[in-house]
């Protein structure tokens, strides 16, 4: 029995040794061909690099032939008069409250009910004017709220 496993260990040692000149020929072989590689290999060996092996790759190209990894610059062509003023037009306005006015007890009233706020918040955002009432709304709602907060007497700007 302990003959069988002797034979087995050389044979085994017989296969890794034949394995590994084998190897050693096909390397030598590649690297005194100067194969081109192709474009599948690139990839191939580029997907199986690791983040910082991908880094010093791209630092070498910089490097080796005086390039930059950076992103285009896109040019921007010229737009019609008809474009611009399309986007100079807003879709969301912002009510200002710039002055409270003689009413104030009114203006907090009034600001509940254009914000759903409560006494105590709404009362605070009066007496820190000029404040926001309203963000983001449309040019409608904007102006009724500022129609509606000037009749009792605030001074509101739309911006």
Do not use: C, H, W, Y
């Amino acid at each position: 029995m302990a003959e069988k496993k002797k034979v087995s260990e050389k044979a085994t040692k017989k296969k890794t040794v034949s394995t590994k000149a084998k190897e050693k020929k096909k390397v030598g072989t590649k690297i005194t061909e100067k194969k081109r590689i192709s474009t599948k290999d690139i990839v191939k060996a580029v997907e199986e690099m690791s983040v910082m092996e991908l880094s010093d790759l791209v630092k070498t190209f910089e490097e080796k032939f005086g390039i930059t990894a950076t992103a285009p610059i896109t040019i921007s062509t010229p737009v019609g008069k008809e474009e611009v003023k399309k986007e100079e037009e807003k879709v969301e306005f912002n009510v200002v409250l710039a002055n409270v006015g003689e009413k104030k007890i009114q203006v907090i009233k009034e600001v509940r009910a254009l914000t759903k706020l409560g006494l105590k918040e709404a009362k605070s955002l009066v007496d820190n004017a000029p404040e926001v009432v309203l963000k983001g709304v449309s040019k409608e709602d904007a102006e009724n709220a500022k129609k509606k907060l000037e009749e009792v007497g605030a001074t509101v700007e739309i911006k």
